[in-house]
């Protein structure tokens, strides 16, 4: 029985990609300055995991970017526009952009991660060709210091996520499997004994489509020189995909035990016995410890039926989806820490079950008694567990909706908001300058107290709501200075999170993002927004919005808690929301926006799990924001533009008004907006993830494209997302278009 991984973290412990990308790209250093850190990022990644005792380790999962990009470029698909670039050039160009010159790809989240990969566009009749040897060289570099296997996206996943204009990805399979089979003979030929294939795609729901390609590409990759392969999937049960999955030619399976225990018997019975299975015990997207005796339990269900030496210690999936090591937690409560696992200790727990499996549990008796007391720990803990809570948070349900109905509501609220017809405002940050930053980062050196702080963070409220009365919007923000991230803000304040110092993952390319851990049960000890809000609002005549996180997208973007459902989680979450907007409301905020930017990548993967998630979620909105009065205005905000399948649920959340992403889409959101009930609708006109600053006539253009296919009584004027990563030099002029734009069209009405 061996120990492995699919995959480690390749922003090392430092962040140290970040900086070398980020000072690679600004021109401080050169491309043989990136290529050594990244070097010694793999050297490092494969010496750590050989130190923990794995025996085999992967390779080629590193990457400078994004894992989708490297296979694109590897079987050769660049699209047109970067045709004359070269190199590390088109690479980052195809990443992320050149100035002035072609668009980047574009980029979506991994599955239901919060990883997001570059998207690589095909075109009909695409040709494929092996491109690139990084592979090969990354195999060759690993295998020098023990036994490495080498990692590939698999070909129907690779073209599954791909865009394919106005045809369908997967026609094009027939042409790149050639490419994947000389791949696999050239890692062949350099001695890789086994290669990891990763085809997520099978933690879909199974469709005869996929099913019929995975079975081509496999059997198009049977033949005699190549290396083994490993067939991987995770994130999911295989479910109905089993049955191929157990009859496709590869020589091993890995099961993701985690998040797919159901697949473990029918595995069992219908994987054959001579094949390699990988059992994915350890959870490689949470950051708790593994409960080690329930785990070898595992392992010993399936030793007793299967020939230990066709059998692999896995995490469930790579590890690129936790921080790195909580050796670089120094704050965190120790209790609290030693709950915790993070990639390097995970490693240990993997090595610790592959030894507990061959030699028994008295091998590691030690381990798996701290494991037990781990467990017990957890379990009894009152800081997990904190019955006050508990009975408070049963006593909401679907029926603490206290509002009447949107018709009486919007009646009251024009009485107390007098808006103009195609209201104005924006989605809640304004520009984080370097004042904010400096000013932020002073206050956790501890250069700057906490009342030189509070004061920066006054002076660009006070900023914001002088800007936003000189340009003319009609409902105002405070601008969001004092949060550096629109979750770990929250996780920051409520009991129940903990933050950590360094617990970084990697989101996209140099950007990490550090969610808060939610171990136990949530409440809120104070009012966490109502001082800057209230100081807003004393700052001008016009209303102020207060600006909330909802609670499915502070569940979202934290690691949650592995000991009771969801659903309970993220309703204790909406109870601490509710508190907040309450509080808002008695402070004199009339208007208040609850953000859901998460609630569409919150659906789960397997389409049986989708109503009830949809149920709960729309439930915990409506508790966090049915505690206020008819008067009082609740928007809400989502950031994309597809949305069109859940439109029921959005329709269910009974927001007063929603912002939507639209400007990209060039408005078709409406045409899903069109029919459904959402109240008012602000479809973003200003498209904020561009520099570019629009002119006045095609805002214009936009608005009154909203008001011919929604009520125009029903339709709010508002850029696409908050402003947080623009300067004020592009979103001063953009408001004021956006501004005119609106009283152009309001004149026409
Ligand atoms: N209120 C948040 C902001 O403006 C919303 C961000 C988001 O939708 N991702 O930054
Ligand atoms: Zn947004």
């Known amino acids: 029985m061996q120990a492995t991984t699919l995959g480690y973290p390749r922003i090392g412990r430092a962040r140290d990609l970040k900086r070398a990308l980020e000072s690679f790209w600004s021109g401080e250093r050169s491309e043989a300055d990136l290529e050594a850190t990244a070097s010694r990022l793999r050297a490092t990644a494969r010496d750590t995991q050989r130190a923990a005792g794995l025996d085999v380790v992967p390779c080629g999962d590193f990457s400078l970017y994004d894992h989708v990009l490297d296979t694109a470029?590897?079987?050769?698909?660049?699209?047109?526009?970067?045709?004359?670039?070269?190199?590390?050039?088109?690479?980052?160009?195809?990443?992320?952009?050149?100035?002035?010159?072609?668009?980047?790809?574009?980029?979506?989240?991994?599955?239901?991660?919060?990883?997001?990969?570059?998207?690589?566009?095909l075109v009909r009749g695409q040709r494929f060709q092996l491109s690139d040897a990084a592979q090969l060289l990354s195999y060759r570099e690993a295998s020098a210091g023990g036994v490495a296997r080498p990692v590939l996206l698999g070909p129907v996943t690779l073209l599954h996520l791909s865009k394919a204009p106005g045809f369908d990805p997967l026609d094009l399979l027939d042409g790149l499997l050639p490419v994947y089979a000389n791949l696999l003979r050239v890692l062949k030929s350099a001695g890789a004994d086994w290669v990891q294939i990763d085809e997520p795609v099978l933690a879909l729901d199974a469709n005869e489509r996929l099913q019929a390609a995975l079975r081509r590409t496999y059997d198009a990759l049977a033949f005699e020189q190549r290396p083994k392969l490993l067939l991987t999937s995770y994130f999911a049960p295989l479910g109905d995909n089993l049955d191929l999955v157990a009859t496709l030619p590869v020589e091993g399976v890995h099961l993701d035990l985690v998040h797919g225990a159901a697949d473990l018997q029918p595995a069992l019975a219908k994987i054959p016995a001579d094949k390699v299975l990988s059992l994915g015990v350890v959870d490689g997207r949470n950051v708790w410890r593994c409960d080690l005796r329930r785990a070898l339990t595992t392992i010993r269900t399936v030793a007793d039926r299967r020939d230990a030496s066709r059998l692999l210690v896995a995490p469930s999936c790579s590890l690129l989806h936790v921080p790195v090591s909580l050796g670089r937690e120094h704050r965190l409560d120790p209790e609290l820490k030693s709950w915790l696992a993070f990639a390097d200790e995970k490693l240990g727990e993997i090595a610790t079950l592959s030894k507990g499996a061959v030699y028994g549990a008295g091998a590691i008796e030690q381990e798996l008694r701290v494991s037990d007391l781990v467990v017990a720990c957890r379990a009894a803990s009152s800081r997990v567990r904190n019955e006050t809570i508990r009975a408070r948070v049963r006593s909401f349900d679907a029926k603490s909706w206290k509002r009447k109905s949107y018709d009486a509501r919007a009646t009251a609220q024009r009485a107390t908001l007098a808006l103009p017809l195609l209201p104005t405002t924006t989605i809640g940050s304004f520009p984080q300058t370097d004042d904010i930053r400096q000013a932020r980062a002073a206050h956790r050196r501890g250069t700057l107290d906490t009342a030189g702080y509070d004061q920066a963070m006054r002076d660009a409220v006070a900023y914001a709501v002088a800007a936003q009365e000189d340009i003319g919007l009609d409902v105002l923000v405070h601008g969001e200075p004092e949060r550096n991230d629109m979750v770990e803000f929250f996780g920051e304040q409520l009991d129940g999170f903990a933050v950590t110092e360094a617990g970084w993952v990697q989101s996209y390319g140099s950007r990490c993002v550090k969610p808060p851990i939610l171990f136990g049960d949530v409440q809120r000890r104070n009012a966490m927004t109502v001082d800057l809000a209230v100081y807003a609002q004393s700052l001008s005549k016009k209303p102020v919005k207060g600006m909330l996180t909802g609670p499915v997208t502070i569940l979202k973007w934290s690691f949650v808690r592995d000991d009771q459902p969801l659903e309970a989680t993220c309703r204790q979450i909406a109870v601490a929301i509710r508190d907040e907007v309450i509080d808002l409301e008695r402070a004199g905020l009339r208007v208040v926006q609850v953000d859901e930017a998460a609630l569409r990548e919150a659906l789960p993967l397997e389409a049986s799990q989708r109503a009830n998630f949809l149920r709960w979620a729309v439930e915990s909105f409506r508790i966090a924001?049915?505690?206020?009065?008819?008067?009082?205005?609740?928007?809400?905000?989502?950031?994309?533009?597809?949305?069109?399948?859940?439109?029921?649920?959005?329709?269910?959340?009974?927001?007063?008004?929603?912002?939507?992403?639209?400007?990209?889409?060039?408005?078709?959101?409406?045409?899903?907006?069109?029919?459904?009930?959402?109240?008012?609708?602000?479809?973003?006109?200003?498209?904020?993830?561009?520099?570019?600053?629009?002119?006045?006539?095609?805002?214009?253009?936009?608005?009154?494209?909203?008001?011919?296919?929604?009520?125009?009584?029903?339709?709010?004027?508002?850029?696409?997302?908050?402003?947080?990563?623009?300067?004020?030099?592009?979103?001063?002029?953009?408001?004021?278009?956006?501004?005119?734009?609106?009283?152009?069209?309001?004149?026409?009405?």
């Open 625 to 749: 924001t049915g505690g206020v009065g008819d008067a009082t205005q609740i928007h809400t905000h989502m950031c994309y533009a597809e949305f069109s399948d859940i439109m029921a649920a959005i329709e269910a959340l009974d927001a007063d008004v929603i912002s939507i992403e639209a400007a990209r889409s060039d408005m078709s959101i409406l045409s899903s907006v069109a029919g459904h009930r959402l109240n008012e609708v602000g479809p973003g006109v200003y498209d904020i993830h561009s520099p570019r600053v629009p002119d006045e006539a095609e805002l214009a253009g936009l608005i009154r494209t909203a008001v011919r296919s929604y009520a125009p009584e029903r339709v709010w004027v508002n850029p696409d997302c908050g402003l947080k990563t623009r300067a004020w030099r592009d979103v001063d002029p953009a408001l004021r278009a956006l501004v005119a734009a609106a009283k152009t069209v309001r004149a026409e009405l």
């Open 73 to 121: 470029l590897a079987v050769g698909i660049v699209p047109e526009r970067f045709a004359g670039l070269t190199g590390l050039r088109r690479y980052f160009a195809m990443a992320r952009g050149e100035k002035g010159g072609a668009a980047p790809l574009e980029m979506t989240k991994w599955f239901d991660t919060n990883y997001h990969h570059l998207v690589p566009e």
